[in-house]
Nanobody, 125 residues
Framework: QVQLVESGGGLVQAGGSLRLSCAAEGRAFSTYARGWFRQAPGKEREFVAAISWNGATTSSADSVKGRFTISRDNVENTVHLQMNSLKPEDTAVYYC??????????????????WGKGTLVTVSS
């Protein structure tokens, strides 16, 4: 069974840090771009960050630039999202995804091939 499994969410104070991980199970995703979306209560799912299959290209939303860093380990089949200087507006369910290219991630959630079930990040003020 092919699945993406997120971990690392939780409750943190504003200004703090969290590191999300996304493990791929059931198949190798080494040729897929990987990345993250998030969805806050009452809002649409939005792009956060993505990384190409070989790590050479990354992209992130303007709202997280300079604070969030995406990385991947194709040996471990895992992608990480290091989140620093967290703000209350970062509170959301964070979803891991796999798609064919970074450009598809930046176009929105509709073009993803695989999704995780999400992990909740809550940032208190």
């Amino acid at each position: 069974q092919v699945q993406l499994v997120e971990s690392g969410g939780g409750l943190v104070q504003a200004g703090g840090s969290l590191r999300l991980s996304c493990a791929a199970e059931g198949r190798a995703f080494s040729t897929y771009a990987r990345g993250w979306f998030r969805q806050a209560p009452g809002k649409e799912r939005e792009f956060v960050a993505a990384i190409s299959w070989n790590g050479a290209t990354t992209s992130s939303a303007d709202s997280v630039k300079g604070r969030f860093t995406i990385s991947r380990d194709n040996v471990e089949n895992t992608v990480h999202l290091q989140m620093n200087s967290l703000k209350p507006e970062d509170t959301a369910v964070y979803y891991c995804a796999a798609g064919k290219a970074v450009s598809i991630f930046t176009s929105g959630p509709g073009g993803m091939d695989y999704w995780g079930k999400g992990t909740l990040v809550t940032v208190s003020s």
